[in-house]
Nanobody, 121 residues
């Protein structure tokens, strides 16, 4: 059973930076896609970035050039470095994973973390 735990959220001023972490456990064999989504109250969960077994990473246009994904395989951790943050980046951020190819739809992901709040003022 895959488990994901996010951390690193908090409050920052516009233009600042923040790094989120997603620690994964319980993977069995196969290839996985891991993604970050974000959600604000009253809106659909929004895809931010997805990475397929570290081979291909795709970013939403809204974060391209500002956000960067990296991973530490020894720690089973995926990081999301967020730079040049804007107030519109304020959201609850979720790490999600699925067995197989990446997808931008939240409904395609089987496993989710509990979320970490990012607030930009």
């Amino acid at each position: 059973h895959v488990q994901l735990v996010e951390s690193g959220g908090g409050s920052v001023q516009a233009g600042g930076s923040m790094r989120l972490s997603c620690v994964a456990s319980g993977y069995s064999g196969g290839s996985y896609c891991t993604a970050w989504f974000r959600q604000v109250p009253g809106k659909e969960r929004e895809w931010v970035v997805s990475t397929y077994t570290g081979l291909k990473t795709v970013y939403a246009d809204s974060v391209k050039g500002r956000f960067t994904v990296s991973r530490d395989n020894a720690k089973n951790t995926l990081y999301l470095q967020m730079n040049s943050l804007k107030p519109e980046d304020t959201a609850m951020c979720y790490c999600a994973t699925r067995n197989g190819l990446c997808n931008v739809l939240a409904s395609a992901y089987n496993y989710w973390g509990q979320g970490t709040q990012v607030t930009v003022s």
